[in-house]
């Protein structure tokens, strides 16, 4: 089970961009996917995005075009470069991973990292 760290967050003006990283205290290698949630105040958990071992992606609509979700697994690294952003990405960003894509999708993945804020100023 792999211990994940997230970093990169902060406080940036809508339309800016910020990237966050994820570092896991394993090899990413043997696990299949990994994936970005986030969670506003009052708000749902939401997928954000995800990403497999062979680098297949998926995105949530309200992202898409703007944020890429990337993984150097050399690094036992997965990346967030988010763009263009806007006070409703204001949220609390989790690092998750499992060896399921599914199970990342669902949101029941086994690892889950402690959250980066990101607040979005308009």
């Known amino acids: 089970q792999a211990q994940l760290v997230e970093s990169g967050g902060g406080l940036v003006q809508a339309g800016g961009s910020l990237r966050l990283s994820c570092a896991a205290s394993?090899?990413?290698?043997?696990?299949?996917?990994m994936g970005w949630y986030r969670q506003a105040p009052g708000k749902q958990r939401e997928l954000v995005a995800a990403?497999?071992?062979?680098?297949?992606?998926n995105y949530a609509d309200s992202v898409k075009g703007r944020f890429t979700i990337s993984r150097d697994n050399a690094r036992n690294t997965v990346y967030l470069q988010m763009n263009s952003l806007k006070p409703e990405d204001t949220a609390v960003y989790y690092c998750v991973a499992d060896l399921l894509l599914g199970s990342v999708v669902a949101g029941v993945a086994k690892n889950w990292g402690q959250g980066t804020q990101v607040t979005v100023s308009s």
């Open positions: 990403i497999t071992r062979a680098g297949s992606t």
């Open positions: 394993a090899s990413i290698s043997s696990i299949y996917a």
